[in-house]
């Protein structure tokens, strides 16, 4: 079965400092997708960033990028310039090629501290 | 676009009462998702739609949840009865594709209080 473990319950960063979120996955597939969500107190989901296990290069979307290493099956998320917008749980997830079904990791609770 | 609609936003229930929950998807989006998130968890999957068809209830507890989503389109979940352990936030989300790099969009979410 696919699981997704994150590590840290809790962090917290300066504004405008960078803060990195740790994710690992266990799975036997070769061809699925990861995703990072952003769940502000109003809890709506929110996209922040995906990557494609078949591409090498590292996801970006502005301040958040990710540092993804297939073998160690690890996903971690880098947020530059930390703003206070930025405070929320972040979940890391999982889905396999043709499934989509999306499994989720516990959460990250990231606070931004002014 | 308009985003996933659900309601109602809070609920409380007493135990053994029945309680029902309904999610408007995105316009054109075929696959419907209802998750359940347990305080300070993940969501974890309940039942997932592929237009009117049941694709995955392996994680519903059909003894007390069932849910539909008829023409296609809208959804409801409904508990009964309910239990303490149901408090939780139930998220639907709905998404086009039923393959490849699939982008789910979630609801608000409702908000269900058992005493």
């Known amino acids: 079965a696919q699981t997704v473990t994150q590590s840290q319950p809790e962090m917290s960063v300066q504004e405008a400092e960078t803060v990195t979120l740790s994710c690992t996955y266990d799975t036997s597939e070769s061809d699925y997708y990861l995703f990072w969500y952003k769940q502000p107190p109003s809890r709506q989901m929110i996209l922040v960033i995906r990557?494609?296990?078949?591409?090498?290069q590292n996801a970006t979307e502005n301040r958040f990028s990710v540092n993804f290493q297939k073998a160690a099956k690890s996903f971690s998320l880098k947020i530059s310039d930390s703003q206070l917008g930025d405070a929320a749980m972040y979940f890391c997830?999982?889905?396999?090629?043709?499934?989509?079904?999306?499994?989720f990791g516990q959460g990250t609770r990231l606070t931004i501290n002014p | 676009e308009a985003g996933v609609a659900q309601s109602p936003r809070y609920k409380i229930i007493e135990k053994r009462q029945s309680v029902a929950f309904w999610c408007n998807p995105i316009?054109?989006?075929?696959?419907l998702y209802w998750y359940q998130q347990i305080l300070g968890q993940g969501p974890k999957l309940l039942i997932q739609?592929?237009?009117?068809?049941?694709?995955?209830d392996s994680q519903l507890p059909k003894d007390r949840f069932s849910a539909e989503r008829l023409k296609g389109v809208d959804s409801t979940l409904k508990i009964q009865p309910a239990k303490l352990e149901d408090s939780a936030v139930y998220l639907c989300a709905s998404s086009k594709r039923s393959t490849g790099a699939n982008v789910l969009t979630f609801g608000a979410g409702s908000r269900l209080t058992v005493l």
């Open positions: 997830a999982y889905t396999v090629q043709g499934a989509q079904k999306l499994v």
């Open positions: 316009s054109g989006h075929a696959t």
């Open positions: 739609f592929q237009n009117n068809g049941v694709v995955d």
């Open positions: 990557q494609e296990a078949y591409k090498q």
